[in-house]
């Protein structure tokens, strides 16, 4: 694989989920998923905490008992002015499993015109691109070929990780998207709403498309952190574009 500090930004495919619990609360469980879900976090449930809280708080970044309602993407080109963009495209929805299909046929397209492709995020190798590949077999979807990572090497996979990079070498040290780009003198992603908040965004007020431009705030951050460890200039907010 090459050198992920010399990776042209036009390879680069940029991607954040979003997720949520498959069902509102914890009592709406079937009886066998709430005996599941009571011993999967008993290992790691605080003391005075119950199942059901742990459920409000913990279920949705859990592939087992989670759900993806939105992914965004983006990736940089340069238009015939010579100037560098980049363009964003969500794929959101209540249907997960049509959603991961509009997606992997999108990125399909893009991994043919682009063989060099590799996925930028942040914490993109222990949270969206397993959490991606676990749901899409739970939805009976078979894992496309830039999925297929069983048997590689860290460094033959075709992933930057934001969060990694950071981290240079420090494998104790975890840094939040938000706390990296304030350190690197990039806006902040966060505009009145965080991770946590997503669950109650999407079933209490049933608003995907505040949920979604999250989720696109996230994915411009991690492509102006990207630039910024490539000693690049940053985007310009004109250069960014949504498609519809």
């Known amino acids: 694989m090459a050198n992920q500090q010399h990776i042209q930004p036009d390879h680069i495919l940029v991607l954040d989920i979003e997720t949520v619990p498959q069902f509102a609360s914890f009592e709406e469980l079937p009886e066998l998923w709430k005996v599941l879900w009571a011993d999967k976090i008993s290992k790691t449930m605080p003391e005075n905490f119950s199942a059901p809280e742990m459920y409000a708080q913990r279920a949705g970044i859990q592939a087992e008992f ?97 969060m990694q990079l950071w981290k240079f070498g420090d494998y104790k040290n975890y840094t939040s998207l938000n706390l990296l780009a304030n350190c690197l003198g990039i806006d902040t992603p966060k505009d009145g709403i965080d991770g946590s908040m997503v669950k109650d965004i999407y079933y209490n007020d049933h608003d995907l498309p505040r949920i979604t431009a999250y989720c696109q705030k996230d994915v411009v951050a991690v492509a102006q952190i990207f630039l910024r460890f490539q000693q690049l200039p940053l985007l310009p907010p004109e250069n960014i574009f949504i498609a519809g």
Not at 89 to 101: C, I, M, P, R, V
């Open 66 to 162: 989670g759900k993806i309602i939105c992914i965004s993407t983006g990736y940089f080109y340069t238009d015939k002015g010579n100037r560098q963009c980049f363009r964003l495209k969500s794929y959101a929805g209540n249907d997960e499993q049509q959603l991961l299909a509009r997606f992997t046929e999108a990125v399909d397209k893009f991994y043919k015109a682009n063989p060099a492709m590799h996925f930028a995020g942040h914490n993109i190798k222990e949270f969206d691109i397993p959490y991606i590949s676990r749901r899409m077999l739970i939805n009976g979807l078979p894992l496309p070929a830039f999925l297929q990572f069983s048997g590689k090497k860290p460094w033959e996979t075709n992933l930057i990780d934001t």
